[in-house]
């Protein structure tokens, strides 16, 4: 695959990278959500009266169950510690991270060009998540920065832009990507949403053998920028499959229209699920500060 390619694919490669990391940050805070400390708001449980005066009683040799349970424990008095020291550091630091940085350990963009010139903080967030880092890959570097940086990760590292034009096809590309006219038995339902692309409806196809509910994006295929963009979502999107993106099935021409069949993901937009994220952090950090409070009242 060429390096032009890659970059045209670029949307692509950011929705994965987003959706691991969206989803890795929700499973990571709603582990101390409120709901799982809303024992330790009021008064000490009977559970805690149970362990205070068990404490006050004789000492018991350790048993190698007791001896990983403290362990566990001040592995996660570390992470707190951490998450603590991570929480101190001011805007404007985190801003100017990567400023002391040469400008032979930069991009064009002014982002390190290597993993190990990322932040500890931004680096243990990738390593518990699992995305493949391949920092020889400029495009594939980028799309991770653009991802850390739009989740709010790192602000130190600045978004880059896509610097190729999108892709142009011949009759015969054009041909093979498309399939032919809306058939009859193409039937829409209500609209579900609408945007500066087009407008999206909930479909039926009966010729299209599966159980998950449709979604039929309609899109202006007059221009010739309208055109050329259309043809490149189909082709990547048909192209690269992944099981965080949503299916797609086939691509319709209507008049002056395109009729792209997709899989209607139900779950909301990737922007709603960044939003939910935040406000899990800020609900976390509320509940926090409530019970430093109320240990230090």
């Known amino acids: 695959m060429t390096n032009t390619n890659w970059w045209n ?6 929705t994965q990278i987003l959706i691991s990391l969206t989803y890795a940050l929700r499973e990571k805070k709603t582990t101390d959500s409120p709901r799982s400390l809303r024992s330790s708001r009021g008064g000490s449980t009977s559970r805690e009266r149970k362990n205070s005066s068990a404490a ?14 403290t362990e566990k424990k001040k592995e996660k008095e570390k ?6 020291a991570k929480q101190q550091e001011s805007p404007r630091t985190m801003k100017a991270r990567y ?8 991009n064009e963009a002014g982002n390190p060009i290597r993993y190990d010139l990322l932040h500890e903080s931004t680096r243990e967030e990738i390593e518990a998540v699992g995305i493949e880092v391949d920092e020889k890959d400029p495009v594939k570097w980028s799309c991770l920065l653009n991802c ?21 096809f011949d009759e015969l590309e054009v041909a093979d990507i498309l399939d032919g006219p809306a058939p009859p038995k193409l039937k829409l339902m209500k609209e579900i949403g609408s945007g500066a692309y087009g407008r999206v409806f909930e479909g039926k196809l009966p010729s299209l053998d599966t159980k ?8 202006s295929h007059k221009e010739k920028k309208e055109i050329v963009q259309n043809l490149n979502e189909i082709f990547y999107l048909s192209k690269y499959g992944h099981p965080n993106i949503c299916h797609y099935f086939k691509a319709f021409t209507c008049k002056d229209e395109i009729w792209m069949v997709t899989e209607l993901m139900q779950g909301g937009t990737l922007s709603e699920a960044h939003r939910y994220v935040q406000e899990e952090e800020e609900e976390v950090e509320e509940d926090r500060v409530r019970r430093e409070s109320i240990l230090t009242s």
């Open 9 to 14: 694919s670029f949307p692509f490669i950011c």
């Open 56 to 69: 006050a009683s004789p000492a018991i040799p350790s048993s190698p169950l007791a001896v990983a349970n």
């Open 79 to 84: 992470e707190k510690e951490k998450e603590k």
């Open 99 to 106: 400023k002391g940085l040469g400008a032979e350990l930069k």
């Open 148 to 168: 850390l940086r739009f989740l709010k990760i790192d602000i130190g590292i600045h978004f880059s832009q896509k610097v190729t034009p999108p892709r142009e």
């Open 212 to 219: 998950k509910h449709l979604a039929v994006k309609k899109m």
